[in-house]
């Protein structure tokens, strides 16, 4: 029976168990998308600490596609320069080094988190005296912002969408010259390629608006460009919301049903796995929250669709990791703030699940050998 601790092998990349760090940003750039000695730390030590799979935060693919203005970016060669070390430590410790791939849309040119997360605008700046930009929307009058005022938005027009495409495009090439091995797309939590996807959002009227084809449009073209320039022996993941949870609105958002045949659709495009989040849109939306929260969606994904998923939202043991791929509820566990908590998060699960103690055992560094329970 497969587990959490047994590998997963997608094309030629194998991860050694199936708890993978899931994106988190931590905003701690200088104004310039650069990783520093905290994106070294701290990635670094969940590959120590036993991830299968360690995911960078969401990755701006240019500039304006930046959350705030101290979001990672890979939109030069700098970019990938400075993140083959992370690279590289990561696969020394067993690991295997992922980027996700994003564009934040309508969502961009915000404060940090502790700074409120409120919108900058193009003529301000934000308390680091970063300045802001004009962000970019399939529909700039469909929705109110979740915190502060609107930010000042623009309607993308075809050459953003195709600026936005190639974007990715140089963004995959430039992941895999930093030397990571698994590229995610992020078209989740209301950012920009969501935005395209949701009919709360997506007012447009154009061959991206509409209908479901129009809608997923910009995803699927974001899809083959980075397929293009993927290699064949390298797996690419896409993150979705399987849903807006704004039930209310059914069938005018976006839902689970829409997340299986878009998922189905991915797959035939050459998407290895469909992580699957949710929500991120709207301020309306209703949340569930608490454990395994978004695991029914993922399984829906999994039932309905013939690709490979990644399950996350509220996993905080071990056993529960394990009973989700036990149980043929999903492929892959997204872990998030239990790994912020614990960064040595894979390695207890390995001392927690693993049968043979001198198995677990090996699972540690070397360095930390003496250190290990017996
Ligand atoms: C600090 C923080 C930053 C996050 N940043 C991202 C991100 O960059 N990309 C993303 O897809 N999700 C992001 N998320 C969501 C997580 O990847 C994860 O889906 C969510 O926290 C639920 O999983 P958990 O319950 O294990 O934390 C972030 C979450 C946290 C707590």
């Known amino acids: 029976m497969t587990d959490a601790l047994a590998p ?4 030629d990349v194998e991860a050694p168990n199936r708890i993978a760090v899931s994106p988190m940003c931590q905003y701690t750039c200088e104004d310039d998308g650069l990783p520093t000695e905290w994106h070294r730390v701290h990635l670094g030590s969940r590959a120590v600490g036993g991830a299968g799979i360690v995911m ?3 990755t701006a693919v240019e500039p304006a596609g930046r959350i705030t203005p ?4 890979i939109w030069s060669d700098e970019h990938a320069a400075a993140l083959e070390p992370i690279t590289e430590f990561v696969r020394d410790q067993g690991g295997v080094p992922a980027i996700q791939l994003a564009h934040a849309g309508h969502k961009a040119s915000k404060t940090r988190p ?3 997360n409120v919108p900058i605008g193009p003529d301000e700046t934000d308390p680091d005296g970063a300045t802001g930009w004009e962000v970019l929307s399939p529909s700039p009058d469909a929705y109110p912002p979740f915190e502060g005022d609107r930010p000042a938005m623009r309607k993308a027009d075809q050459d953003d969408i195709q600026g936005v495409i190639d974007a990715y495009r140089a963004a995959a090439e430039r992941s895999l010259d930093a030397g990571f091995e698994i590229a995610e797309i992020h078209a989740a939590h209301g950012y920009l390629l ?3 996807l949701s009919p709360v959002t997506n007012r447009r009227e154009d061959d991206y608006g509409g ?3 129009n809608r997923t449009r910009l995803v699927r073209e974001v899809v083959r ?6 290699p064949e022996d390298k797996p690419v993941f896409v993150r979705i919301s399987g849903t807006d949870w704004l039930d209310d609105r059914e069938p005018e958002s976006w839902d689970i049903e829409q997340s299986v045949r878009l998922a189905d659709d991915l797959a035939e495009l050459g998407v290895d796995l469909v992580d699957v989040s949710s929500g991120g849109l709207h301020p309306d939306e209703a949340i569930p929250g608490g454990p ?5 969606l993922a399984e829906r994904v999994r039932e309905g669709a013939d690709v490979a998923v990644g399950a996350v939202g509220g996993v905080t043991e071990p056993e529960q990791a394990d009973a989700l791929v036990r149980n043929g509820r999903t492929d892959l566990v997204l872990v998030g703030r239990e790994f912020l908590r614990d960064p040595y998060f894979g390695l207890h699960a390995a001392d927690e699940l693993e049968r043979d103690p001198a198995e677990a055992a090996k699972q540690w560094p070397v360095q930390y050998r003496r250190a290990v329970r017996r």
């Not at 101290?70 to 970016?73: A, F, I, Q, R």
């Open 194 to 196: 969501h935005e395209f």
């Open 70 to 73: 101290h979001d990672l970016g």
């Open 114 to 116: 502790w700074d409120g």
């Open 8 to 11: 997963l092998s997608l094309r």
């Open 292 to 296: 395994n929260f978004q695991v029914p």
């Open 225 to 230: 460009a980075v397929r293009d320039v993927w």
């Open 211 to 213: 209908s479901f084809e």
């Open 56 to 58: 960078t935060e969401a």
